[in-house]
């Protein structure tokens, strides 16, 4: 399926494919692709809501708040550190099992997303139970403040990078590098400035995925105590049981969220290029040669050392009195629900997101922009705002699906769509449209086109987007506290549950579950949707 | 050929689909006509599933009465209610300290409590005007000084709070600002000395170059291995410590000053106002107040977390003196509510950033 010529290569004032902004999106796309991005709204809504009820006073009161600026700043610092160096890390390991002959690339690359599968309140606890009385790095001072919440939160949400940037290397036009060889470049620094200048798109995106995951996250930067805007809307909620300050706060998180899509925005135009005719059968293979092995133990030690450090951590505390027992039949209910309303929430995701992909692949404008912004924020906000928000509509417009599963899923999507949309978004732009409209000059139907021709390339990206989804559900905490039916137990909430009274030993065994649970995922789907 | 990858996810759906349909329905079928059979109420509790899970399924044992519990951190359930209103499929709220009740009492969202429940405890474990709308404590949680005893002579301790500024203890005290009980202490302060006595005392306690800790847990460790010589803390962290690590030189002094250095607090709970409660309901959430405050379960709190029960002839926790001998308190739980002011209070003392 030679496409014919050379690569283009080619700079569009937006690095767009020309052809396609010159049509009109399908009403039926416009509105189904707009559902997802009307679901995420609806907790800025609430928002809106809360924090105008009282008048414009509270609002006032805490945006004079001292400190805030110095909040904001450190948050959005800690969005930037943690999303450059997840990108770094990512690119070194999506260029090792993607582009190089890596021994055992399958193993490589399911051990490199492998710490998706431990949640960064338990990497968290763990480093803290290390480094305290009795721990292995007892000694070495507490490991706490920005430094240690960057650090952690980098360990473990790499892959959030990693998964996007290996689909994109995966697929790098061969014959890029061979005309870059042709135009006098030759040697390992041109290939690798032509995999990431090809990989680029998928670089901001994850970057910009780890840095609102990075605005959300609670547990770990409360555990490690480096104060961000989310710690603080968590502590309002706490504290004044209004709901107006924590509202407000949510709102400056929603402004930074935008702040963070503008940079994505800015870095994705300024270094973005695409090849004109795209590849669906690309992908390079350099030579490692002495490095193979050096480079696999490399792989490892970032993948899974963490993960291991964070599982025999928690199979010590296995060994305390107490540490197998107090959670007893609970662990197996709550494994088979946690994993079910994963995995629901994850193939609710895909389906959503998959029309406002192709809105935004195919037809980028200011529908898809929108989507995109929604489906963001909603990503970045803490768990709890999206809870409440989510009640507060549910009791008032649907009061049967209230406390049912269905919302419980449906918070699942607002939360976690961004990944989804991101991974089909990305392989969807790496994906020929050429061939799309070959099949429909062939007489094939613009669906028929789509399903027939463009479906089949995008298996990495559908898997790589239930993945994330299904990951980040088996671990989310507050939404599944406060939405599920009542009397039900997920593994999330028995980890929470323990590490909440000190009681260590007992959080060790549904932590263990939880991990164990999450690994066989991503080891699952590794297999089976050719992620590899 | 593409279409055998599709088929996996969609089977996984549908499989979830099937498994959380089995697992707690879709729906809520179990709200209609069965409920009438035999009684069925949701609780939210703040406490933790591995201690009160125990307790619920005896109750469910002994009256037949089935209990639904949503688990959660107190302020997050708080707030959900909140939400909810009137909406709420809460019976009846568990809480882990009196300022979330005291909030939800304020918006009107409890039901008034018999007169047979409100008589089981001492008054000052009641909010005010329960028999219009409140809660009711079912543990005590009682704020302690612990000590190194081979650092310190008990007869030496301080009585009351502004004890714990004399220049012996200079750089001698551990407290956890960023910890709720330590919070609630100071807002006890608030209510009864007014703000600025209060923080005076918090500006002198920085100026004595106390030390402070993470949580009580930290606290009580700087505190045996002799960081510190006494530590601000509730009273249930060295009990425990001492349970799991016998021979550790660590005690509790109770303060008995008329200041909030003696504040009790306590977990507690109250019956939820609610659109769908029938007579049936709020009969059966009283019978769960009435079982919590029962000689077998207030036992069982004493013997699990260490905190004082709140009704007379069952045996304070190991190693504590009885609930009487411990607070002077005339404190009004309901008045420690506003911690957001407290917060605002103890950053401009500088104890909190």
Not at chain 1, 25 to 54: C, D, K, M, T
Request: glycine letters at 12%.
């Amino acid at each position: 399926m030679d496409t014919g010529g050379a690569a283009v290569l080619r700079t569009g004032e937006s690095g767009r494919f020309l052809p396609e902004r010159t049509r009109r999106a399908p009403v039926a796309l416009v509105i189904g692709g707009s559902v997802v991005g009307v679901l995420a709204a609806l907790p800025v809504v609430y928002l809106l809501v809360r924090a105008f009820e009282a008048g414009g006073g509270e609002l006032f009161e805490t945006l004079r708040r001292p400190g805030l600026l110095v909040l904001v700043l450190r948050t959005a610092a800690l969005a930037g550190v943690v999303a450059g160096a997840s990108v770094a890390i990512a690119f070194a390991l999506a260029v090792l099992t993607a582009a190089t002959d890596l021994p055992m690339r399958r193993l490589s690359s399911v051990v490199s997303v492998l710490p998706l599968a431990v949640p960064c309140y338990v990497g968290a606890s763990a480093v803290v139970g290390l480094s305290g009385p009795g721990g292995v790095f007892e000694g070495m001072g507490a490991v706490r403040g920005f430094w240690a919440a960057a650090i952690v939160l980098t360990l473990f949400i790499f892959p959030l990078a990693y998964l996007p940037l290996r689909a994109s290397i995966s697929r790098v036009d061969p014959r890029l590098i061979d005309a870059a060889r042709s135009l006098g470049e030759s040697g390992l620094g041109a290939t690798l400035r032509v995999i990431l200048a090809w990989s680029w798109p998928a670089c901001v995106g994850g970057g910009v995925l780890v840095g609102l995951y990075t605005l959300g996250e609670f547990g770990a930067v409360t555990m490690l105590r480096c104060d961000t805007l989310t710690a603080v809307i968590y502590e309002q909620y706490r504290s004044s049981f209004s709901r107006t300050g924590a509202a407000v706060s949510s709102l400056l998180l929603v402004v930074l969220v935008l702040a963070c899509l503008g940079v994505g925005g800015l870095l994705r135009r300024r270094g973005s290029w695409s090849s004109g005719r795209g590849s669906s059968r690309g992908g390079v293979t350099l030579k490692l040669g002495a490095w193979r092995w050096p480079a696999f133990a490399l792989v490892m030690l970032i993948g899974a050392g963490p993960v291991l450090l964070v599982v025999l951590t928690l199979l010590s505390w296995l060994g305390y009195e107490g540490g197998a027992g107090g959670v007893g039949g609970g662990l197996w209910s709550g494994a088979a629900t946690s994993a079910s309303v994963a995995i629901a929430a994850g193939v609710a995701c895909v389906l959503m997101t998959a029309p406002a992909a192709v809105l935004a692949a195919r037809y980028p404008g200011r529908v898809s922009g929108l989507v995109e912004r929604a489906v963001s924020t909603g990503f970045a906000l803490p768990g709890i705002v999206v809870a409440l928000g989510l009640a507060f509509f549910a009791l008032r417009a649907t009061p049967f699906a209230y406390q049912t599963w269905g919302l419980v899923v449906a918070a699942f999507v607002v939360l976690f769509a961004a990944q989804s949309l991101m991974a089909l978004r990305a392989s969807l732009e790496r994906s020929p449209v050429r061939l799309e409209e070959a099949a429909r000059t062939l007489g094939r139907g613009p669906v028929g086109a789509f399903v027939g021709v463009t479906l089949p390339g995008l298996a990495p990206g559908i898997g790589a987007a239930w993945v994330l989804v299904t990951l980040s559900a088996m671990k989310e905490l507050p939404a599944m506290l406060l939405l599920s039916p009542a009397g039900s137990v997920s593994l999330a909430e028995l980890v929470w549950s323990s590490t909440r009274e000190a009681m260590f030993a007992s959080a060790a065994a549904p932590g263990l579950a939880l991990i164990g649970v999450s690994a066989g995922l991503v080891w699952l789907v590794a297999m089976r949707e050719g992620l590899t | 050929m593409g279409y055998r990858r599709y088929a996996f996810a969609v089977i996984a759906g549908i499989a979830a689909v099937f498994v959380l349909s089995m697992h707690a329905g879709f729906g809520r079928a179990e709200d209609g006509a069965a409920a009438q059979a035999a009684p069925s109420i949701t609780v939210y509790s703040g406490r933790s599933r591995q201690l009160v899970a125990p307790v619920f399924e005896a109750f469910e044992r002994e009256t037949g009465i089935r209990v639904r519990v949503r688990y959660g951190g107190t302020a997050e359930l708080a707030a959900l209610l909140l939400e909810e209103g009137d909406r709420t499929p809460a019976d009846l709220f568990l809480a882990q300290d009196a300022g979330a009740l005291a909030a939800l009492k304020r918006a009107g969202r409890f039901r008034p409590l018999p007169s047979a429940l409100r008589q089981r405890v001492e008054p000052r474990f009641v909010s005010r005007d329960a028999e219009r709308g409140g809660w009711i404590g079912v543990s005590g949680r009682a704020r302690a000084v612990v000590y190194n005893t081979d650092l310190v002579d008990p007869a030496a301790l301080p009585a009351t709070l502004g004890g714990v500024l004399d220049s012996v203890w200079a750089g001698k005290v551990g407290y956890p600002p960023s910890n709720a009980s330590f919070q609630a202490m100071v807002s006890a302060m608030r209510a009864r000395d007014g703000d600025e006595k209060t923080i005076e005392w918090l500006r002198a306690l920085r100026a004595s170059a106390a030390k402070t800790y993470a949580n009580n847990t930290e606290t009580v460790r700087a505190v045996a291995s002799g960081e510190v010589a006494i530590g601000l803390v509730n009273h249930y962290y060295a009990l425990r410590m001492l349970a799991e690590t016998p021979g550790l030189p660590v005690s509790n002094f109770y303060m008995r000053g008329d200041d909030a250095g003696s504040l009790v607090n306590i977990a507690g709970a109250g019956v939820m106002r609610r659109r769908g409660g029938t007579d049936a309901t709020h009969e059966a959430a009283e019978k769960l107040i009435a079982f919590l405050l029962s000689e077998q379960t207030q036992a069982y709190f004493a013997a699990e977390t260490f905190e004082f029960p709140l009704i007379a002839g069952v045996e304070p926790p190991a190693g504590a003196p009885a609930l009487r001998e411990v607070g002077a308190g005339s404190m009004d739980l309901g008045e420690l509510s506003d911690l957001e002011g407290t917060l605002r209070l103890m950053s401009r003392a500088g104890v909190l950033p």
